[in-house]
């Protein structure tokens, strides 16, 4: 059965998962109209991603959400512990501790500001809270946002794209009731099996099946009390047949077990209760929530842009991760941040035909680059969990095992701290970027360059009042004026103007932040936070903003 009218729309998005979500809720903030299908009713109830990086929280900071996911799944004052084990019943092989997000306030409010230290390059660190709790803080800021309508129960079926829009054909799940759906528009962020992505025949690069998984999300209210390590976000067994990942949820009650499955095992023939009660060596109450079976993968879609350029695939339709970095979510939503404006500007008429032809060009390299580091992670940990009951042995050659798997670990500790990814990526060469001839920082996994360098995120630094130099950035262009409105300034505000773009001037008079964004006049900073132009003069403003607005 199908409706005969067609639904009007500009921006269809296909899949409610994280990505579909931040990007409703990014085009919502900025009153862009659109449209969100998802088949489920309530977000998928199984946790699967666990931590919200640095650069995710900051721009949920811009919607307000950031401290309802703050101490939403962990709480805030949690330790924010990581212990290698060789099972719960054995021995610590190494740990990793890290500030929690209370911690780490209260470690900047006793400390003086050094921007070059890691915990003064965001106002975050790494944020444990579940995808399924993210999904459902989503959906009420969502539910908040008049300019989007959510529909929840509904699927994407099929589309054709035609010259100046795409007409979509949509189902709701229970009745079977079809309608299309006319956009100017197509997102897909459906997932892994992408609908989108099979319509348009893009093929997945890169690793495939790294391994195979079965998660199993379950209550053990007496677990902490089976061992000794203390408390954790995260334990890694590495006896080979333990090996995987253990999340913790809350407080040490409610956890995920993420077994590495050995070749030729069937996830359905792994018993829930006996795999985590052998993991724990001991017998205690557990109480299995659901299993699900998942595979680690390193692959990026060809392309991200249809050849007519009305369908973009965004999240894990175009790209599909190893969770080992916490990279897959997180590259997701800075998918949506950067396409939502671009597709904002096109729908307000300032926006150049190349805009939206950049998204492919920026996001892709660093589709590629995540899913690469992801998967280099996952190879690094899976190499120090080739050993059995040799690792909990006593004796000299024992110990020898046990200090060079220490030392190997240590050296993986990027698994955890990654804010060098996170925050470090820059768009090298983007068109709608202004190059001003600096030569290009290290990229490095762990270590971040604060840089106000074209095509980089604009830094973060704390202000007198206690806010974030991010705060200051609006949901246009943004030029930050380290010598007042000066000539420069008002030739940008002219440009601007006269190009329909928006843009705000925001003096700031404070010498560590100018030291911070390069000693220059004026840096302009685009609607995603990222860095579009700088200088103390500018020859032609006219031609920079035509090239920042994509014309």
């Known amino acids: 059965m199908s409706d005969a009218a067609i639904v009007e729309v500009p921006i269809l998005i296909a899949g409610g998962g994280s990505t579909g979500l931040s990007l409703a809720a990014e085009l919502g903030w900025r009153g862009t109209p659109c449209m969100l299908l ?100 989503l959906r009420e800021y969502v539910a908040e946002r008049a300019s989007v309508e959510a529909r929840y129960g509904w699927v994407l079926d099929d589309f054709a794209e035609h010259g100046d829009h795409v007409l979509a054909t949509v189902r709701q799940v229970d009745s079977g009731r079809r309608q299309q759906v006319r956009c100017r528009w197509l997102v897909g962020c459906d997932g892994g099996r992408s609908r989108v992505r099979e319509r348009l025949g893009y093929e997945l690069r890169g690793r495939g099946g790294l391994a195979h998984f079965v998660s199993i999300y379950f209550h053990a209210p007496q677990l902490m009390s089976c061992h000794s390590f203390g408390p954790a976000n995260i334990y890694f067994p590495i006896h080979r ?31 829930p209760e006996h795999a985590i009660r052998s993991l724990v060596g001991r017998d205690t109450p557990v109480e299995v929530i659901s299993v699900q079976p998942w595979t680690a993968h390193a692959l990026t879609a060809e392309h991200y842009r249809s050849p007519g350029g009305r369908v973009f695939l965004a999240g894990d339709a175009a790209h599909l991760f190893t ?34 032809a950049s998204y492919e060009t920026e996001r892709h390299p660093i589709g590629v680059r995540n899913t690469a580091e992801a ?15 040799e690792l909990e042995a006593e004796g000299a050659q024992a110990d020898a095992l046990r200090a060079d798997l220490r030392a190997e670990l240590a050296r ?29 920082p290290p990229d490095h996994p762990q270590q971040y360059v604060p840089v106000a360098r074209p095509g980089h995120r604009a830094p973060h630094a704390w202000l007198a009042n206690g806010r974030s130099v991010l705060d200051l950035l609006g949901s246009g262009f943004t030029l930050l004026c380290f010598d007042g409105v000066n000539a420069c300034a008002q ?25 911070l964004y390069g000693e220059r006049a004026c840096v302009l900073v685009r609607p995603d936070l990222m860095v579009a132009w700088r200088g103390d003069t500018v020859a032609d403003a006219q031609a920079a903003v035509r090239t920042i607005r994509g014309a």
């Not at 990279?327 to 096109?346: F, H, P, R, Y």
């Not at 998967?375 to 009951?389: I, K, P, S, T, W």
């Not at 440009?495 to 100018?514: M, N, W």
Request: glycine residues 12%.
């Open 38 to 137: 998802e088949p489920g009713l309530q977000p998928n109830p199984h946790p699967r991603a666990n931590a919200l990086g640095n650069r995710s929280m900051e721009y949920y900071r811009r919607w307000g959400i950031d401290r309802r996911l703050t101490g939403a799944g962990v709480p805030a004052d949690y330790p924010a512990n990581y212990f290698w084990v060789s099972r719960l019943d054995g021995r610590e092989i190494h740990a990793l501790r890290l500030p929690g997000q209370a911690e780490l306030e209260a470690i900047r409010a006793r400390t003086a500001v050094d921007p070059s230290h890691e915990l003064h390059w965001s106002p975050y660190l790494k944020t444990i809270v579940g995808q399924h709790v993210v999904e459902r803080v």
């Open 241 to 271: 047949k333990h090996r995987g990942f253990l999340l913790n949820w809350n407080t040490g009650t409610t956890w995920t077990y993420h077994l590495i499955l050995e070749p030729g095992t069937d996830w359905r023939d792994i018993a």
């Open 323 to 356: 969770p080992t970095g916490g990279l897959g979510m997180n590259t997701g939503v800075s998918d949506a941040i950067d396409l939502a404006w671009k597709l904002g500007a096109c729908l307000e008429g300032w926006g150049g035909e190349r805009l939206l």
């Open 375 to 389: 998967a280099d992670n996952f190879d690094r940990l899976f190499g120090v969990m080739q050993h059995g009951d």
């Open 412 to 440: 993986q500790e990027k698994l955890l701290k990654s804010s060098g990814v996170l925050l470090g990526y820059r768009y090298e060469g983007s068109p709608i970027c202004v190059a001003d001839g600096t030569p290009e």
């Open 491 to 515: 030739a940008f505000e002219s440009a601007c103007a006269r190009q329909g773009v928006p843009l705000k001037l925001v003096p700031i008079d404070a010498p560590e932040i100018r030291r």
